[in-house]
């Protein structure tokens, strides 16, 4: 993994530049969901995942029903919040 690591790329849910690195741990033991999405232009992502990655990680990360928006959305609004009574 080490020969990606320092890869950079803009990433469309931070709005500035990380590296592959940052997204292999970007949810703590897993990667960001999108990163075959962000990354597969650059090399064999996903076939990298499936070589790192064990069976239950990859469920865990890629075969997850999608987050409600809603929710989402609400608990932007609440972290918000606690940010502006501090």
Do not use: H
């Not at 997204?23 to 999405?37: A, F, K, S, W, Y």
């Not at 069976?55 to 608990?75: H, S």
């Amino acid at each position: 993994m080490e020969k990606y690591n320092d890869l950079e790329i803009r990433c469309p849910r931070l709005g500035g530049e990380v590296t592959f690195g940052y997204c292999m741990q970007e949810r703590g033991d897993l990667p960001c969901p999108r990163v075959i999405n962000c990354w597969q232009g650059y090399f064999p992502v996903e076939s990298f995942l499936k070589e790192k990655l064990t069976p239950q990680e990859w469920d865990r990360c890629f075969n997850r029903p999608p987050e409600n928006k809603i929710a989402t959305i609400l608990d932007i609004a609440e972290a918000l919040n606690k940010q502006k009574r501090r």
